[in-house]
């Protein structure tokens, strides 16, 4: 590893909802000049690193003016000292002149600064997150192997980096989000798989149907693209050949049974949401072409993103024709509900309209019923997602209360912060409007203990206090108080100082006074 030397570093120490910064030394290396030796890593370490970061960060603008930003992130500025320990290099100190002159480089600049501002020396929050993200990226690419990251992970990831380079004047709460998102990729590492994944599932029932096709019509490979097949030679004879091979493979089916391409159509959508190969596994379907029909109107319409009809069948009548179907075949199709299911359900969303939102109600009641995700969904996300559309299309069609329903279960299975914002506030309003204050006290509460950075959040917390003329003023200066703690930056916000200037609250240091 690279010699160790002594560094400035700062420090920090949280206290009372305030952050406080320790000058300190300590002895380690800089991530740069770690990555520069090639060190492949585990993920959970780049995680921890980032989280890190985030935290310092967070703890450094807590700590400084309003205003106040780090000045220049990049590995040079990352000091890695022991057990994985990082710190932030004090860049005001000139005994670290060696980092500080590799920092000032251009080539490096060019990396890790926005273009505009390479050639400035002012620094902004937004500088600030722009250079965290670029570490994210640099160690990933450096320190991981192309694959390490599962398709949740990079969902994540990418979220992260989003709100980094689109970010700044709300830096403090992008950087706590982050830590909790980081924070839900490690727990989510932890927990032990011991339930059959969705995706193993759709494999084993399509390794199935792909030998029930090989032996009803020869052998049987992954469908190319149509743009592929239209490329062939000799198209004439490749015509009169499948009409030939097509009329062969009918007759075998009829003799034989099920067919497999209806399930291999569906599987291809469901897995993979492959359009092409999904379209031509239906198109193969010759023992229940009318039933093959429909579904093809339907991913056809997910396909284009808006509803369509392919020989005079609508998308509409299609949906309703396959929901009479599968309550003929409940049973014969008990343990692939959802594969049958989960198309019509997001096609049915795609067009705001009340038959349409009825339709959604229809299939998401039944899917719910059946539990149609059951040993599909390892992690809860089928679930969630099934109930939101049957909360929503509910909540369109006025049935307020049912949609609450389905919102207190979906708050205990979703994972991501401002689709979660978004359901304490709508729990909020539906209870409100059905008079029942009591949830709304509740849901208020438990909002702000789940999501204790959400601005949002506060403000309808703090509004339902200090509106209410039998609470004891006391005890609104206390929610007041610590709201802010939560959230320092709440202070400063235009709708707080609305709030501030209605109910009369003076806050004089730590003394709040709220009705004076």
């Not at 450096?142 to 709100?163: H, I, N, Q, S, Y």
């Not at 009548?317 to 049973?331: F, H, N, P, S, T």
């Amino acid at each position: 590893m690279e010699e160790r030397r002594d560094y400035a570093v700062l420090r920090f120490v949280d206290q009372n909802g305030w952050s406080y910064m320790v000058n300190d030394y300590a002895k380690g290396c800089s991530l740069m000049e770690y990555i520069k030796q090639g060190i492949r890593v585990e993920k959970e370490t780049v995680f921890d690193w980032i989280r890190q970061l985030s935290k310092q960060l967070e703890q450094y603008y807590r700590c400084g003016n309003e205003d106040a930003a780090y000045g220049y992130v990049n590995p040079y500025a990352v000091i890695i000292i022991g057990d994985g320990m990082l710190c932030l290099l004090d860049i005001n100190e000139p005994e670290n002149e060696e980092l500080l002159k590799q920092m000032k480089k251009k080539k490096l600049r060019m990396l890790f600064v926005r273009k505009e501002r390479v050639l400035s020396q002012k620094t902004e929050r937004s500088d600030d997150l722009y250079g965290l993200a670029k570490i994210m990226e640099f160690t990933v690419e450096k320190c991981l192997d192309p694959k390490a990251f599962t398709r949740k992970e990079e969902r994540v990831w990418k979220r992260m980096l989003g709100k980094c380079y689109s970010s700044g004047k709300n830096a403090i709460k992008v950087l706590k989000n982050m830590q909790k998102e980081i924070g839900f990729l490690e727990r989510e590492m932890e927990r032990p798989r011991d339930k059959v994944s969705a995706k193993k599932i759709l494999l084993a029932i399509l390794a199935v149907c792909i030998m029930s096709a090989a032996i009803i019509g020869g052998t049987v490979k992954k469908p190319e693209t149509k743009a592929d097949a239209a490329d062939q030679d000799q198209p004439e004879t490749g015509v009169q050949e499948g009409v030939k091979e097509k009329k062969e493979t009918k007759e075998v089916v009829e003799q034989n049974g099920d067919s497999p391409y209806l399930e291999m159509g569906l599987i291809y959508y469901v897995a993979w949401e492959d359009y092409v190969n999904s379209l031509d596994s239906l198109d193969k379907e010759m023992q229940e072409t009318e039933f093959s029909d429909a579904y093809r109107v339907v991913i056809a319409s997910l396909e284009e993103g808006s509803i369509q009809q392919e020989d005079g069948l609508s998308a509409e009548d299609a949906v309703k024709k396959i929901l009479d179907e599968l309550e003929k075949r409940a049973e014969k199709i008990q343990m692939k509900v959802y594969l049958y299911q989960y198309p019509l359900l997001k096609v049915s969303v795609l067009e705001e309209s009340e038959k349409w939102h009825r339709l959604t109600k229809r299939i998401g009641e039944e899917m719910i019923r059946r539990q149609a995700w059951y040993r599909w969904d390892t992690n809860g996300e089928k679930e969630c997602e099934v109930r939101k559309y049957l909360a929503e299309s509910y909540f369109k069609l006025g049935e307020n209360l049912k949609a609450a329903e389905q919102y207190e279960q979906i708050r205990k299975l979703e994972s991501n912060e401002e689709e979660l914002e978004e359901i304490y506030e709508k729990l909020q309003l539906i209870y409100e409007e059905a008079q029942e204050y009591e949830k709304v006290w509740e849901i208020s509460r438990e909002a702000v203990e789940v999501l204790p950075d959400s601005e949002r959040l506060w403000m309808n917390y703090l509004e339902r206090y200090c509106e209410n003329p039998e609470m004891e003023r006391e005890l609104c200066a206390e929610a007041v108080k610590k709201a802010i703690q939560a959230v320092p930056e709440l202070a400063e916000s235009e709708a707080f100082k609305q709030l501030q200037g209605k109910y009369k609250i003076v806050i004089d240091g730590e003394n709040i006074r709220v009705g004076e």
